[in-house]
């Protein structure tokens, strides 16, 4: 769990601003996710990386952007298009394989509030 | 895809009592199938998690039953203590190769009483 670092924790976004949120993560994981979570609600996959230079949308894509340019890293863009982006982000990251532990591990979350 | 329902929203139990929280999956695909606590603005952590080719798995005071052919599991925690109140969700997906990309339950937010 200690290995994945988002940043900021806490982020304000006027309307009609992008925002990027960073994920950096340490343990040599193949894969990487980008959940959001609502206020009492569960969590929704927003988009997943499997490899380098790779990425495949998840179940709420729009107005969302992603790139895997380095193993460590999986940066999320939080785009104008996005209408309702208030939420708590959560990154995630596994090792890949279905004979290798596939746990997902959770870094500490970014709070977004469009202001 | 996969959709997964959790029951109860909520659930409030005596201190020392036992609580059972289930979720329904759809996708027969599916073959892991994790639990997660998350503690109020935390990252949810994982606590039990079962594959399909098991039926149940314990692990002290926690333990995860799973109906491959009803499509459902279930968290039961027993002797419940005040810390393990928090909102725990289940959650669901088809190991590959590839990756493990989760599909997650509504949650469950227990509160224990002292």
């Known amino acids: 769990d200690g290995g994945i670092t988002q940043s900021p924790k806490y982020l304000f976004r006027k309307e009609g601003q992008n925002v990027t949120l960073s994920c950096e993560q340490n343990?040599?994981?193949?894969?990487m996710y980008w959940y959001r979570q609502d206020p009492g609600q569960g969590l929704r996959l927003i988009y997943y990386?499997?490899?380098?230079?790779?990425?495949q949308k998840g179940d709420i894509a729009e107005g969302y952007s992603v790139s895997r340019e380095k193993k460590e890293s999986f940066p999320l863009t939080v785009t104008s298009a996005q209408k309702n982006p208030t939420a708590f982000y959560l990154c995630?990251?596994?090792?890949?394989?279905?004979?290798?532990?596939?746990?997902?591990?959770f870094g500490e979350g970014s709070w977004l509030t469009v202001v | 895809g996969e959709n997964v329902e959790q029951h109860p929203s909520t659930l409030s139990v005596q201190e020392g009592d036992s609580a059972v929280i289930k979720c329904t999956y759809s996708d027969s695909a599916s073959n892991y199938f994790p639990w997660y606590k998350q503690e109020l603005g935390k990252r949810p952590q994982l606590i039990i998690d079962?594959?399909?080719?098991?039926g149940e798995k314990k692990d002290q005071r926690i333990a995860v039953t799973l109906n491959k052919t009803a499509k459902h599991f279930s968290l039961h925690i027993t002797e419940t203590q005040p810390e393990d109140s928090a909102v725990y969700f289940c959650a669901a997906s088809q190991i590959k190769a590839a990756g493990n990309k989760l599909t997650f339950g509504g949650g469950t937010r227990v509160l224990v009483k002292p």
């Open positions: 343990l040599n994981h193949d894969a």
């Open positions: 079962i594959r399909s080719n098991v």
């Open positions: 995630a990251s596994s090792y890949t394989g279905r004979n290798s532990g596939n746990t997902i591990y």
């Open positions: 990386s499997q490899i380098v230079n790779d990425f």
